[in-house]
């Protein structure tokens, strides 16, 4: 079965440098959320979109956008660079919004910030 | 918003041995999954399970919702099952993103 599929799996930022993430959700999946997972921490919600729309916003820097895009894939970007930010980036996608239902992971973006 | 307790954060087992995780929330929940987090960071799907139980071979887990509480089975435990489970909750009449518990950190010795 298709899976959430994140690029790219590393990233190596200097500070102040700018990264882009990218996610692809699995098909037919109308529903994308980013996590950020600091080391030895639990994932936190960052963001959510639903049909292409943001649907919620956690603790996300200012220095941080995202967006979905009409094929339904997200990126997540991130500027101005901080060492803070070395993390584990995981996106998500569900079904339907409008149904209790599963959240998928992909296999998440490891980023270093040096 | 809704706080996620996972009990206990840290265990240690000898292979073969049986386990039981808790998880419990502080508010009504419309989603509740549980999560293998790997050695290498993947986060494994285990169970969706916002209320009743299921089973999948050595694993199975329980929620009751009215008690706000939910409990992960381990039985016959090997090295492989090594990681960290982590418990992730949906709030009803919220938005659909999980909030994770802390998570429990389980080492399986051979």
């Known amino acids: 079965a298709a899976g959430v599929i994140q690029s790219p799996r590393h990233l190596i930022k200097e500070k102040r440098e700018t990264a882009t993430l990218k996610c692809y959700p699995i098909?037919?999946?109308?529903?994308v959320y980013w996590y950020q997972q600091g080391p030895g921490q639990d994932p936190q919600f960052l963001i959510s979109f639903y049909e292409k729309m943001q649907s919620d916003k956690g603790s996300i820097p200012d220095r941080f956008s995202a967006q979905q895009f009409s094929d339904y894939h997200s990126e997540l970007n991130m500027s101005s660079l901080e060492l803070g930010d070395s993390a584990l980036y995981f996106c998500a996608s569900s079904p339907d919004r409008g149904h209790i239902t599963e959240a998928f992971f992909g296999q998440g973006t490891r980023l270093t910030v040096v | 918003g809704i706080q996620v307790e996972q009990s206990p954060p840290d265990l240690i087992l000898q292979e073969g041995a049986n386990s039981t995780l808790r998880c419990n929330f502080s508010?009504?929940?419309?989603?509740l999954q549980w999560f293998h987090q790997n050695p290498w960071g993947q986060l494994i799907n285990l169970f969706y399970?916002?209320?009743g139980t299921k089973q999948n071979g050595r694993l199975s887990a329980t929620t009751v919702a009215t008690e706000r509480y939910s409990l992960l089975y381990i039985s016959s435990s090997q090295t492989t099952d090594s990681g960290v489970y982590f418990c992730a909750v949906a709030t009803q009449g919220g938005s659909e993103k999980l909030v994770f518990g802390k998570g429990t950190k389980l080492t399986v010795n051979p």
């Open positions: 399970i916002p209320s």
């Open positions: 508010d009504s929940v419309n989603n």
């Open positions: 098909p037919r999946h109308d529903t």
